[in-house]
T-cell receptor, first 115, second 114 residues
Framework: AQSVAQPEDQVNVAEGNPLTVKCTYSVSGNPYLFWYVQYPNRGLQFLLKYITGDNLVKGSYGFEAEFNKSQTSFHLKKPSALVSDSALYFCAVRDEGSGYSTLTFGKGTMLLVSP | NAGVTQTPKFQVLKTGQSMTLQCAQDMNHNSMYWYRQDPGMGLRLIYYSASEGTTDKGEVPNGYNVSRLNKREFSLRLESAAPSQTSVYFC?????????????FGPGTRLTVL
């Protein structure tokens, strides 16, 4: 069975500082990994995904994520946080070898960027 | 393109009442999904439709039914609403269900069952 964990309920960072939102996963085959962002009272928006290839994936709004197979992690990063980055972030995984399965989402991490 | 649209945006029901949540997408996607979002629980899949004409249960299907009306539309029905179904409901779509395509989400329906 596939699963994903976001160990931090909330991450606080000052504007201009780098940010990291953590995600670890468990799959039996190869993972497809995704990050989504949810702004207040809105649906989820796709940020980036890892399917195969380069371990560093670049996405929307200056975000990037690093796939680490040995640590089964896919942490979201940004070099310089903006107040407007404050939102709820979800990591999601699908096991490439699992046949008929859809995405499994983490519980979400609230990112708060202070001015 | 409107993307994924959902109606209504808000709804208040009394226990035992029924209602249907509507979802439509204009991206010609094959697959559609219904999720519920509860605080601290993330998103949980209720039902999905991998392609027109098929529907399957997700993680939390009890108390719900779905209909894939055509390629564009996927509705979620609560036959007899319960307070435990108070939640925010999201519809999503993607090109393929069992693949690496990202999902596109609607704005959500906030449902309260009294």
């Amino acid at each position: 069975a596939q699963s994903v964990a976001q160990p931090e309920d909330q991450v606080n960072v000052a504007e201009g500082n780098p940010l990291t939102v953590k995600c670890t996963y468990s799959v039996s085959g190869n993972p497809y990994l995704f990050w989504y962002v949810q702004y207040p009272n809105r649906g989820l928006q796709f940020l980036l995904k890892y399917i195969t290839g380069d371990n560093l994936v670049k996405g929307s709004y200056g975000f990037e994520a690093e796939f680490n197979k040995s640590q089964t992690s896919f942490h979201l990063k940004k070099p310089s946080a903006l107040v407007s980055d404050s939102a709820l972030y979800f990591c999601a995984v699908r096991d490439e070898g699992s046949g008929y399965s859809t995405l499994t989402f983490g519980k979400g991490t609230m990112l708060l960027v202070s001015p | 393109n409107a993307g994924v649209t959902q109606t209504p945006k808000f709804q208040v029901l009394k226990t035992g009442q029924s209602m249907t949540l509507q979802c439509a997408q204009d991206m010609n996607h094959n697959s559609m999904y219904w999720y519920r979002q509860d605080p601290g629980m993330g998103l949980r899949l209720i039902y999905y439709s991998a392609s027109e004409g098929t529907t399957d249960k997700g993680e939390v299907p009890n108390g719900y039914n779905v209909s894939r009306l055509n390629k564009r539309e996927f509705s979620l029905r609560l036959e007899s609403a319960a307070p435990s179904q108070t939640s925010v409901y999201f519809c999503a779509s993607s090109e393929k269900a069992f693949y690496y395509n990202e999902q596109f989400f609607g704005p959500g329906t906030r449902l309260t069952v009294l």
